[in-house]
Every structure is written in structure tokens, then in C-alpha cells.
Nanobody, 120 residues
Framework: HVQLVESGGGSVQVGGSLRLSCVASGHSISRYYMGWFRQGPGKEREGVAAIHRDGRTKYGDRVKGRFTISKDDSEGILSLQMGSLKPEDTATYYC???????????????WGHGTQVTVS
């Protein structure tokens, strides 16, 4: 199955931008529906953005218009460009892959270990 490793997290000021990356290995990401999820302190894991195998995208209401998900199938990289960041975007961000479902529910089959984003 696919293995996922996130990077790019860090501390950023309110209104700033950050780009997260997720490198996949083991299998081509072209075989999967891919997504970004996040989990803040004391909160449930939340769907941020998802990308279909054919490139169609969908976003959670809290990030629509501020975040952009993209992928490079040839390089095996999933990205999340985040802008106009707010303190409530503070969370651990996870990359996920699923062979069957394309949605923003946090029941994907394969997960990375996460990368921390702090906005203050």
C-alpha cells in the first residue's frame, strides 16, 4: 500500500501563507483519492480538502477560498497551499489516501503521521 510523509508545517503569523507537501511511496498516487485533514487540540479530525483521481477538488467550508489542494502524479506529491491563515487553522495536518472514496470524512485507509501548523 501507499506510504505518506508530510512536511512543510511550522509557525506563521495571522494572515500569512504556508505550503504543505505530502510525499507518497509504495504506490502511485494516481491510484488513490487523496485528501488533507487536520486535528486541533481537543477537536475531532476535520476534512480540509480532497482531490479526485481526475483532479477534481472539494474543500471544507472553513477553508474554501483560502486553501488550494493539488497533486503531481508523476512525482507522487500532494500539496496544500494555505493562505490568509487564521488562529483557528492551528492544527496537526494529515495527508491521507483511499482507493475507493472521495470525500471529506476522516475514514481514509492510509494516513501520514502529520505536520504541525501554528498560526498566531
Amino acid at each position: 500500500h501507499v506510504q505518506l510523509v508530510e512536511s512543510g508545517g511550522g509557525s506563521v503569523q495571522v494572515g500569512g501563507s504556508l505550503r504543505l507537501s505530502c510525499v507518497a511511496s509504495g504506490h502511485s498516487i494516481s491510484r488513490y483519492y487523496m485528501g488533507w485533514f487536520r486535528q486541533g487540540p481537543g477537536k475531532e479530525r476535520e476534512g480540509v480538502a480532497a482531490i479526485h483521481r481526475d483532479g477534481r477538488t472539494k474543500y471544507g467550508d472553513r477553508v474554501k477560498g483560502r486553501f488550494t489542494i493539488s497533486k503531481d502524479d508523476s512525482e507522487g506529491i500532494l500539496s496544500l497551499q494555505m493562505g490568509s491563515l487564521k488562529p483557528e487553522d492551528t492544527a496537526t495536518y494529515y495527508c491521507a489516501a483511499d482507493p475507493q472514496w472521495w470525500h471529506l470524512k476522516a475514514n481514509y485507509n492510509y494516513w501520514g503521521h502529520g505536520t504541525q501548523v501554528t498560526v498566531s
